[in-house]
């Protein structure tokens, strides 16, 4: 190639590699969760999220991490898991930048634990007369919540139900078998998932 009268050596273009992508296009394919080791009930009941070999803290289910998980026994069901889809409190944040499918949450959107009811572990509209939890929360758990695909094809009774990662309460206090993390971490980790990363709980 001719510049200015000299021949110089055409430079190939660059290629886009995952090292040089922008984060948000950069997909984790796979992530890790583990409970802290040691004997004590609060070690069950923490943990981290490994990502490209950093450890994010993690509040997991007050019984710790089980695989026979079971309605309402407090425990983060052990095996692996895919992120459905993210659902947002619009009035406490802006729209996460993520790969997956993004709601906003209403005031009367609801998540139906009564395993004897045919809507158990499914999205309702309130009022809805069966056991349920709310969505829109006043203590800010759910501002940021990734629904996961436990217990969902197929929907097993009892198998338990509203499994998700959101946000943590005060200094990673248990939760009813969810998985917890700080605000920043959890929207840092949106913006690498997608309907095909993987969340292995171990």
């Known amino acids: ?69 079971r309605e309402g026994d407090g425990a983060t069901p052990r095996g692996v898991w895919h992120p459905r889809e993210v659902r947002y409190r619009a009035d406490h944040g802006p729209r996460p930048v993520t790969g997956l499918p993004v709601r906003r949450t209403r005031p ?12 158990y572990n499914r999205p309702i509209r309130r009022p809805f007369k069966a056991s349920h939890e709310e969505m829109w929360r006043t203590d800010g758990l759910y501002d940021l919540v990734i629904v996961l695909d436990h217990n969902a094809r197929p929907r097993r009774a009892r ?29 840092r980790l949106l913006a690498r998932m997608s309907p095909r990363t993987a969340i292995e709980v171990v």
């Open 1 to 69: 190639m001719i510049v200015n009268g000299k021949r110089v050596k055409k430079k190939p273009l660059r290629k886009e590699t995952r090292r040089n992508l922008p984060l948000a296009r950069s997909r984790a394919a796979r992530l890790r969760v583990v409970a802290r080791p040691g004997a004590e009930p609060r070690d069950r009941q923490r943990g981290w999220l490994f990502l490209d070999g950093r450890a994010i803290p993690v509040a997991l289910g007050r019984s710790g991490v089980r695989a026979d998980k």
């Open 108 to 119: 009367d959107d609801g998540w139906c634990d009564d395993p004897g009811d045919g809507r």
């Open 159 to 187: 198998r338990g139900s509203a499994v998700f990662l959101h946000l943590a309460r005060g200094a990673f206090e248990p939760t009813a078998g969810c998985i917890a993390f700080r605000r920043a971490d959890l929207r």
